[in-house]
Antibody, heavy 125, light 111 residues
C-alpha cells in the first residue's frame, strides 16, 4: 500500500528556520516525482515545487523559487521542504503528493495520485 | 489569481446531477488531455477523482465523470450523495507554467 506520512504540526516565530518531512512507503521512491503543495487558510492549492529523488532533479514554481528548498533522501524514502527564515505569510497547510507522470524537460503535469495527510505550519510572533 | 476558472459554488439535492466547469486557455486545458479533478472534504487532504480528463482511479465511484470541450473541462457528479459535499479543484498541464495550473476550487453543497 502506497503511503505518504508527513511530520507533525509546527508553531514557529518569524525569522526561524524549519524543515518538514514526508516519508514514503509501498512503492519505489526513486522513480516518482514528489510535489509539495501549499494551501493557505481558506484558499486553494498551489504547487510549490517537485523533486525526482532518483537524481534529485528539482523544479520550483516561480512564486516559491528562492523561498523554500526541496530535497529528498533516497536512503530513507523521505522528501523535505525547508525554510531558512519563516514569515507570517508562510502560515499554511503543506501537503506532499506523488505525481503520476514524469516531467518533461521543461514542464510537469499536476496529476497527484497519493497525498500525505498534511502538515500545518503556523508562524506567529 | 488562478490560471483556471471555476464557479465558486454549485448545489443540488440528493439524487440530482451537478456539473462543475473548469475553464482555461489554449495553453493548458485546450491543448492537453492532462486535466485532473480533486475532492477535498473539510480537514482532509485532497483526493484524486479524475485524471487525464475522464479516467477514474480505482475506488472512485462511477457517478463521478469527466469530460472536455475546447478550453473547458467539466466534472459531473450524477446521483448526488451527502458525502459528495466538498471542495473540488481542477488542474491542468500548461505550456506556460513549469508545474501546471490549478483552479480556485468549487464548493459543492448537497441541499
Amino acid at each position: 500500500e502506497v503511503q505518504l506520512v508527513q511530520s507533525g504540526a509546527e508553531v514557529k516565530k518569524p525569522g526561524e528556520s524549519l524543515r518538514i518531512s514526508c516519508k514514503s512507503s509501498g512503492y519505489n521512491f526513486d522513480t516518482y516525482w514528489i510535489a509539495w503543495v501549499r494551501q493557505m487558510p481558506g484558499k486553494g492549492l498551489e504547487c510549490m515545487g517537485v523533486i525526482y529523488p532518483g537524481v534529485s532533479d528539482t523544479r520550483y514554481s516561480p512564486s516559491f523559487q528562492g523561498q523554500v528548498t526541496i530535497s529528498a533522501d533516497k536512503s530513507t524514502g523521505t522528501a523535505y521542504v525547508q525554510w531558512s527564515s519563516l514569515r507570517a505569510s508562510d502560515t499554511a497547510m503543506y501537503y506532499c503528493a506523488r505525481q503520476t507522470a514524469n516531467c518533461s524537460r521543461t514542464s510537469c503535469s499536476p496529476d497527484f495520485d497519493y497525498w500525505g495527510q498534511g502538515t500545518l505550519v503556523t508562524v506567529s510572533s | 489569481q488562478s490560471a483556471l476558472t471555476q464557479p465558486p459554488s454549485v448545489s443540488g439535492s440528493p439524487g440530482q446531477s451537478v456539473t462543475i466547469s473548469c475553464t482555461g486557455t489554449i495553453e493548458d486545458v485546450g491543448s492537453f488531455n492532462r486535466v485532473s479533478w480533486y475532492q477535498q472534504s473539510p480537514g482532509t487532504a485532497p483526493k484524486l477523482m479524475i485524471y487525464e480528463v475522464a479516467n477514474r482511479p480505482s475506488g472512485v465511484p462511477a457517478r463521478f465523470s469527466g469530460s472536455k470541450s475546447g478550453n473547458t473541462a467539466s466534472l459531473t457528479i450524477s446521483g448526488l450523495q451527502a458525502e459528495d459535499e466538498a471542495d473540488y479543484y481542477c488542474s491542468s498541464y500548461s505550456s506556460f507554467s513549469t508545474l501546471g495550473v490549478f483552479g480556485p476550487g468549487t464548493k459543492v453543497t448537497v441541499l
